[in-house]
């Protein structure tokens, strides 16, 4: 009977202390499905979250709060005035509420996120430090060109950083191609109209100047042809002209003579 007698009383307890929480916010979420053992409060139309002790841990000012872990860490995202931040399991702001959008952690290969601001794109890391300028209009994925690089582009023009956000190929380009597919661990580079190459360290190789490279070795030799002013000639693996720039497209049997 005793035993019995205390469970009511829990349980009224229970009810009491629900129904206080209930009375003094517009809406209380369960506890646990942000993926922390906090519960949502509503009050006002700005949200928060409270522990199990009913205690205020984020403070009830944001539009909207995210799921913890969501983002590939274990944060949650954050809105206020229409700007999204990042909190910490601590309900400490831990990326600055400032951005328009802040991507998933490690989605472009490398355990950074992608921010966007006034309409440009950078990067931060898992620290929530800036690690690539808030200043492109792209970020490519790191290695998706056949390196450890991402393409960037800014003031439409392309260039490429490294892992480290250090720009190491000029942003000056109108295209650049992957490292590689020209059967030599280089990439084409275009600009102004004009194509040439670039090496794995982002110097030029050949110069910017024809209107086409070939793919070196598919002559029967290991060289490329080129085009210039409407002529073809060819180029070693060196970007040497091997065969002058001089034939006409119809005249390509003379370079078996080299």
Known sequence: MKQIILTIIFCHLLINYSNSQTNKYDYVGKYGEIGKAWAFVKKDNKVGCIDTNGKIVVPIEYQYIGEFGEIGKAWAFVKKDGKIGCIDTNGEIVVPIEYQYIGEFGEIGKSWAFVKKDDKIGCIDTNGEIVVAIEYQYIGEFGEIGKAWAFVKKDNKVGC??????????????????????????????????????????????????????????IGKSWACVKKDNKVGCIDTDGKIVVPVIYSNQNLIEINKY
């Open 161 to 218: 950083i490294d892992t480290n956000g250090k720009i190491v190929v000029p942003i000056e380009y109108q295209y650049i191609g992957e490292f590689g597919e020209i059967g030599k661990a280089w990439a084409f580079v275009k600009k102004d109209g004009k194509i040439g190459c670039i090496d794995t360290n982002g110097e030029i190789v050949v110069p910017i100047e024809y209107q086409y490279i070939g793919e070196f070795g598919e």
